[in-house]
Nanobody, 117 residues
Framework: QVQLVESGGGLAQPGGSLRLSCTAD???????IAWYRQAPGNQPAQRDW???????????YYQDSVKGRFTISRDNAKNTVYLQMNSLKPEDSAVYYC????????WGQGTQVTVSS
């Protein structure tokens, strides 16, 4: 199982930006990686994917709620997937996780994003 570590969360004002990083302990070039988020008060089973980066560099996928604001990208040489988040809204506040898009893959510890003035 690939181990993934998230970083880059923090406090941002509405309309602001943050960039999250997801770094793996091995090569990700053959892996599809997704960013998920768990909103405050929700259970782990309610984590929703927000963006997906396919192996081989296919077109990314986004939930409608983040389209046009979030951009997922990867640097295979650094074993890292990024989530650039712009035009942040309070409803984007959540713990963000990255995970291999595969049944049985494991969760990391997540990174907290809080959008508030």
């Amino acid at each position: 199982q690939v181990q993934l570590v998230e970083s880059g969360g923090g406090l941002a004002q509405p309309g602001g930006s943050l960039r999250l990083s997801c770094t793996a302990d091995r090569s990700i070039s053959a892996l599809t990686i997704a960013w998920y988020r768990q909103a405050p008060g929700n259970q782990p089973a309610q984590r929703d994917w927000v963006a997906i980066s396919e192996q081989g560099g296919g077109a990314p996928y986004y939930q409608d709620s983040v389209k046009g604001r979030f951009t997922i990208s990867r640097d295979n040489a650094k074993n890292t997937v990024y989530l650039q988040m712009n035009s942040l809204k309070p409803e984007d506040s959540a713990v963000y996780y990255c995970k291999q898009w595969s049944v049985g893959s494991i969760w990391g510890q997540g990174t907290q994003v809080t959008v508030s003035s």
